[in-house]
């Protein structure tokens, strides 16, 4: 046997990373990304001498003359419409051809360029400004042109812009464009799928919320509960205002129950609802006509309790079928979070704000004047409840 | 030519994998911008597949030679290091450069790594509660395994470094050249060198023998 096969037989092996590590380290890489920069990869067709070149500073320095069109993508939100395709190019004069299926009558395109004075180009409908959002309408696909200063005002077609840009030849600084849409109830779906990779936590004793509320004068209120995974011990909660108050209770008739289903769903329930959409919505069902209340009432409810992964996502497809669902776009929440606000409740005039990434909800948005923005800042499972 | 022809494969495709099934956090997947310029095709690579598809097994590399708990956060570190850099086309494919990020990460590490490969070497071979045969087996590996892992804490780094990237990476003597900025040759009498000193060692292994001893 060759001595380097009987070497990778014999050293130990290493368990693959878990889902926690790969997260983390794709967390710390999104962190690096902005402004997002692609790598690039010139697959030579010529024969490259591989050898000749040495490993300066063995990868870890920057490289010298990035061959990148180094320019960010586009945003993935703006305002309430969401990124559904896009392109980055490096130069002008050059095109681009976006292929997208609209979701809205709002269909928008966005071209950002680097240079000033480039000017963007659609066949058929002329030159505008970069930076400009131009209506789409049905068009599944769109070719988009980016111009120097210098290029002719008055073209028309795309074999005018093909003719143009080949006299003009290609001049340095990228752009990019995007196309963006309202999000739809597939988009709630598409959430879910990703809920459903989100690794599982591990239940402790008790699920620590933390949540804070801004009232009308400004004042910030910070309240924790610690709800008990075990239906007989107590609910704790820890109110903390901005100016140092911090009130703790331990008495379960004040402090205010998480949910209404303390009577029939316990926390610990939870782990047993079915992860299946079908079967999860015939529970929901059977628990609505047992209390009377709504489903899409539990479907909101639901949402904001601690899920495991699986079911969270069973959830969203059932909510993105209620009748009552509606998805109203992409919102910020009071602390600059960016999440898809769904309205599921009709009784409730309130939004959930959901982060797309983990189909976790970040906020409640009320939608009326009397209510106030509860954030959620944090929550997980926790051993032990925090006093004042 | 002065267009960029730029060509989404397909848009609408969704990746459950990551962020990209939500149109507004999709990753750029199925990006790729032909280049037609010096007879060289350019493609733009995204990070997110990059990732992908070499994260595990630059994780495995690297617990491998340290331990599960350096490779959690060095495999990451690798992956940012390549981002800050702009992967040069004339060292060849993507893989064997992280690789190459991965090896100089370890050589930080190197007394983690000798007391690794020593502590293996001490590893017990005599296993003398238990008569099974599948307990003569793994004494035969694991006599292997502490002769091999004493060789490897002897090696010469440099040695070590393309041994492993053979062994353990799946690397060729081409790709291991490109991970480490070293010619061919090289390649070829580090492991030369090595080779012999690990035959030497396993010449001396009876592990059978030593297990029915035991």
Same mark, same amino acid.
């Given at each position: 046997?060759?001595?380097?096969?009987?070497?990778?037989?014999?050293?130990?092996?290493?368990?693959?990373?878990?889902?926690?590590?790969?997260?983390?380290?794709?967390?710390?890489?999104?962190?690096?990304?902005?402004?997002?920069?692609?790598?690039?990869?010139?697959?030579?067709?010529?024969?490259?001498?591989?050898?000749?070149?040495?490993?300066?500073?063995?990868?870890?320095?920057?490289?010298?003359?990035?061959?990148?069109?180094?320019?960010?993508?586009?945003?993935?939100?703006?305002?309430?419409?969401?990124?559904?395709?896009?392109?980055?190019?490096?130069?002008?004069?050059?095109?681009?051809?976006?292929?997208?299926?609209?979701?809205?009558?709002?269909?928008?395109?966005?071209?950002?360029?680097?240079?000033?004075?480039?000017?963007?180009?659609?066949?058929?409908?002329?030159?505008?400004?970069?930076?400009?959002?131009?209506?789409?309408?049905?068009?599944?696909?769109?070719?988009?042109?980016?111009?120097?200063?210098?290029?002719?005002?008055?073209?028309?077609?795309?074999?005018?812009?093909?003719?143009?840009?080949?006299?003009?030849?290609?001049?340095?600084?990228?752009?990019?464009?995007?196309?963006?849409?309202?999000?739809?109830?597939?988009?709630?779906?598409?959430?879910?799928?990703?809920?459903?990779?989100?690794?599982?936590?591990?239940?402790?004793?008790?699920?620590?919320?933390?949540?804070?509320?801004?009232?009308?004068?400004?004042?910030?209120?910070?309240?924790?509960?610690?709800?008990?995974?075990?239906?007989?011990?107590?609910?704790?909660?820890?109110?903390?205002?901005?100016?140092?108050?911090?009130?703790?209770?331990?008495?379960?008739?004040?402090?205010?129950?998480?949910?209404?289903?303390?009577?029939?769903?316990?926390?610990?329930?939870?782990?047993?609802?079915?992860?299946?959409?079908?079967?999860?919505?015939?529970?929901?069902?059977?628990?609505?006509?047992?209390?009377?209340?709504?489903?899409?009432?539990?479907?909101?409810?639901?949402?904001?309790?601690?899920?495991?992964?699986?079911?969270?996502?069973?959830?969203?497809?059932?909510?993105?079928?209620?009748?009552?669902?509606?998805?109203?776009?992409?919102?910020?929440?009071?602390?600059?979070?960016?999440?898809?606000?769904?309205?599921?409740?009709?009784?409730?005039?309130?939004?959930?704000?959901?982060?797309?990434?983990?189909?976790?909800?970040?906020?409640?948005?009320?939608?009326?004047?009397?209510?106030?923005?509860?954030?959620?800042?944090?929550?997980?499972?926790?051993?032990?409840?925090?006093?004042? | 030519?002065?267009?960029?022809?730029?060509?989404?494969?397909?848009?609408?495709?969704?990746?459950?994998?990551?962020?990209?099934?939500?149109?507004?956090?999709?990753?750029?997947?199925?990006?790729?911008?032909?280049?037609?310029?010096?007879?060289?095709?350019?493609?733009?690579?995204?990070?997110?597949?990059?990732?992908?598809?070499?994260?595990?097994?630059?994780? $495995?590399?690297?617990?491998?030679? =340290?331990?599960?708990? !350096? +490779?959690?956060?060095?495999? *990451? #570190?690798?992956? %940012?290091?390549?981002?800050?850099?702009?992967?040069?086309?004339?060292?060849?494919?993507?893989?064997?450069?992280?690789?190459?990020?991965?090896?100089?990460?370890?050589?930080?590490?190197?007394?983690?790594?000798?007391?690794?490969?020593?502590?293996?070497?001490?590893?017990?071979?005599?296993?003398?509660?238990?008569?099974?045969?599948?307990?003569?087996?793994?004494?035969?590996? $694991?006599?292997?395994?502490?002769? =091999?892992?004493?060789? !490897? +804490?002897?090696?010469?780094? *440099? #040695?070590?470094? %393309?041994?492993?990237?053979?062994?353990?990476?799946?690397?060729?003597?081409?790709?291991?050249?490109?991970?480490?900025?070293?010619?061919?040759?090289?390649?070829?009498?580090?492991?030369?060198?090595?080779?012999?000193?690990?035959?030497?060692?396993?010449?001396?292994?009876?592990?059978?023998?030593?297990?029915?001893?035991?």
């Amino acid at each position: 046997m060759d001595e380097l096969r009987m070497l990778a037989d014999a050293l130990p092996d290493a368990p693959p990373p878990s889902a926690q590590v790969v997260a983390r380290a794709r967390a710390r890489l999104a962190e690096r990304r902005a402004p997002r920069w692609r790598w690039v990869l010139v697959a030579a067709v010529t024969v490259v001498l591989v050898t000749a070149v040495t490993l300066a500073m063995s990868g870890l320095m920057p490289q010298q003359g990035p061959i990148a069109p180094a320019y960010p993508e586009p945003p993935v939100t703006r305002g309430r419409l969401g990124l559904i395709a896009s392109e980055v190019v490096g130069h002008s004069a050059a095109s681009a051809t976006l292929r997208f299926t609209p979701t809205s009558e709002d269909t928008e395109l966005v071209v950002s360029c680097q240079n000033d004075g480039w000017r963007v180009f659609l066949p058929e409908r002329g030159m505008t400004p970069c930076g400009v959002a131009l209506p789409l309408g049905s068009e599944q696909e769109v070719t988009v042109w980016v111009f120097p200063p210098d290029a002719p005002a008055d073209l028309r077609s795309s074999e005018d812009a093909r003719r143009v840009a080949e006299e003009l030849g290609e001049r340095p600084g990228a752009w990019s464009a995007g196309v963006y849409d309202k999000p739809t109830a597939q988009t709630l779906k598409q959430v879910a799928e990703l809920a459903a990779r989100q690794p599982a936590s591990t239940p402790g004793a008790y699920w620590q919320l933390t949540t804070t509320m801004i009232d009308k004068g400004g004042k910030k209120h910070t309240i924790v509960t610690w709800t008990p995974r075990d239906p007989a011990a107590t609910t704790v909660r820890r109110d903390t205002t901005d100016d140092g108050e911090c009130t703790s209770s331990e008495d379960p008739k004040e402090a205010p129950a998480p949910t209404p289903f303390d009577t029939d769903l316990a926390l610990a329930a939870l782990d047993g609802l079915p992860t299946d959409p079908s079967a999860l919505s015939e529970r929901l069902e059977a628990m609505s006509k047992k209390s009377g209340l709504s489903v899409s009432m539990y479907a909101a409810l639901l949402v904001g309790l601690p899920l495991r992964p699986e079911t969270r996502a069973a959830l969203l497809r059932v909510t993105a079928e209620l009748p009552t669902t509606t998805v109203i776009g992409y919102a910020q929440d009071p602390l600059g979070r960016t999440g898809l606000e769904v309205g599921i409740l009709k009784e409730v005039a309130v939004h959930q704000l959901i982060d797309p990434a983990s189909g976790v909800v970040l906020a409640t948005l009320p939608q009326t004047d009397e209510g106030t923005a509860q954030t959620l800042v944090d929550q997980r499972w926790t051993d032990e409840p925090a006093k004042c | 030519m002065p267009v960029v022809f730029v060509k989404r494969v397909e848009p609408t495709r969704l990746n459950l994998k990551t962020h990209e099934s939500i149109p507004a956090f999709r990753a750029k997947t199925d990006v790729s911008v032909r280049y037609p310029r010096n007879g060289a095709d350019r493609v733009i690579v995204p990070v997110e597949r990059v990732f992908d598809e070499h994260f595990a097994e630059i994780h $495995r590399y690297i617990a491998r030679r =340290l331990s599960s708990d !350096l +490779a959690d956060d060095l495999a *990451a #570190d690798v992956f %940012v290091a390549a981002m800050r850099g702009v992967h040069d086309p004339a060292r060849g494919e993507i893989r064997p450069w992280l690789y190459g990020i991965a090896t100089n990460l370890i050589a930080r590490h190197r007394r983690t790594e000798l007391r690794r490969w020593k502590a293996l070497s001490r590893t017990p071979v005599d296993e003398t509660d238990s008569h099974e045969d599948e307990t003569v087996a793994r004494v035969a590996a $694991r006599s292997l395994t502490s002769a =091999l892992a004493g060789a !490897l +804490a002897t090696l010469k780094r *440099a #040695d070590r470094d %393309v041994v492993l990237l053979i062994a353990l990476g799946g690397l060729t003597h081409a790709e291991v050249a490109t991970a480490l900025g070293i010619p061919y040759g090289t390649v070829a009498s580090r492991l030369n060198r090595a080779r012999k000193q690990l035959r030497a060692v396993l010449g001396d292994v009876n592990p059978l023998k030593e297990g029915q001893d035991g």
